[in-house]
């Protein structure tokens, strides 16, 4: 079932251009370049907030669509791991919006996080993996993943399928709230059918990711940075770090690293900063240089025109394509993913089915 792969992580990493082509065939229209969702009777248009509940990776996919939501359809998004969400008295409008985002389907936090979203009146918007799943089932609105079963314990493809449903709903939210013209909406899709092709151009870096990995295996802190979209990504590579290769990890927004954490970095702290070129590169690039005057080890994420103008003084540079800023947090999935890989293959750990964890946690 693995075919030519060692792993079934490894595999599933590599079907992300196949599987994000399926999910976003689903979901946009190349016929006319629009965004077409499956029918529903309920007004996208009337949304006034939006409660995103998940867990993990899937949390993060949440927190990426949150700028999206924010940016294209000016709609309040509310964000929560589902353990927290349940037990702190949300705010629930008559009305809102919730999204539940699952690979599983079966998460019982997050379940049950749905189920009180239900029972309050809020309309259930339901993005996840396998069809025949108890959230599917409870959904008013279903919007699956096409990315096929995952078998690695690390979630990888369903991540980048969850960012493409969740960009084509927040395009479709301002498509009807009267915020996105045609003409820009037209711009959106077209940018996210690039995206299968931008993801093959980042997996043509593996080799590279697997020699770097022997830099960062024998670290026992590696610090994440991001900014905007990117701060997420930062966050789920640590945590893909963490568990399969059982190095500490920990993902900051890049600006806050002044506020505290840099008083870890020292010359045995590989920093791996995600920062793709455009508006918010300068700022990121200011705090990287925060840290490397204190001795941190900087493994720089950027595409080339980003590359020529910070690489200097870095441990090791990985090259992104150059690609809009809608569809970066998918790409830069990539060498998030198989630097925790190579770091865990280095390692010898159980890749596939890291200690400790199980695929699906249906307990709370
Ligand atoms: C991380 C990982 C977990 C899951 C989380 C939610 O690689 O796999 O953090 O993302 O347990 O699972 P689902 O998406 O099935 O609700």
């Known amino acids: 079932e693995k075919g030519n792969y060692r792993h079934f992580m490894q595999k599933e990493i590599f079907e992300q251009p196949t599987v994000v082509a399926q999910t976003l065939a689903s979901y946009l229209r190349r016929s006319d370049n629009s965004v077409a969702l499956p029918q529903f009777d309920f007004d996208l248009s009337s949304v006034r907030r939006i409660t995103i509940v998940a867990c993990g990776t899937s949390f993060y ?213 995600l920062a793709p070129s455009g508006p918010l590169f300068e700022k990121t690039v200011s705090n990287m240089e925060e840290v490397r005057a204190r001795g941190g080890q900087i493994v720089l994420i950027s595409d080339a025109e980003g590359l020529e103008q910070a690489s200097e003084g870095c441990m090791a540079t990985i090259e992104m394509p150059k690609v809009h800023p809608l569809i970066a947090p998918l790409v830069y999935a990539v060498p998030v993913q198989l630097l925790a890989y190579h770091v865990a293959c280095v390692k010898g750990t159980d890749v596939d089915q890291p200690r400790n964890l199980a695929k699906s946690v249906t307990v709370e």
């Open 61 to 273: 996919a949440g927190m990426v669509a949150k700028y999206w939501f924010e940016q294209f359809a000016r709609v309040p998004v509310d964000i929560d791991v589902a353990s927290e969400f349940r037990y702190r008295e949300p705010v629930l409008e008559e009305g809102g919006l919730a999204l539940f985002i699952s690979q599983s389907g079966e998460t019982a936090d997050t379940l049950a996080a749905l189920r009180h979203c239900k029972q309050n009146g809020q309309t259930i918007g339901v993005i996840v993996n396998v069809p025949t799943s108890s959230m599917a089932r409870e959904a008013d609105l279903l919007l699956p993943t096409h990315a096929g079963p995952e078998i690695g314990v690390a979630s990888t493809k369903a991540f980048t399928c969850q960012l493409a449903v969740l960009a084509a709903l927040a395009a479709h939210m301002a498509v009807k709230k009267g915020l996105m013209s045609r003409e820009e909406e037209q711009e959106v899709v077209a940018h996210l059918l690039e995206a299968p092709a931008c993801l093959n151009a980042a997996l043509d870096h593996d080799d590279d990711i697997a020699s770097m990995a022997h830099l960062i295996a024998p670290a026992r802190d590696v610090l994440y940075l991001g900014r905007g979209p990117d701060f997420p990504l930062a966050l789920e590579g640590a945590l893909k770090l963490k568990e399969i290769s059982y190095i500490h990890a920990e993902g900051y927004a890049s600006g806050e690293m002044k506020h505290g954490p840099i008083a870890l970095i020292d010359n045995e702290v590989p920093v791996i900063v």
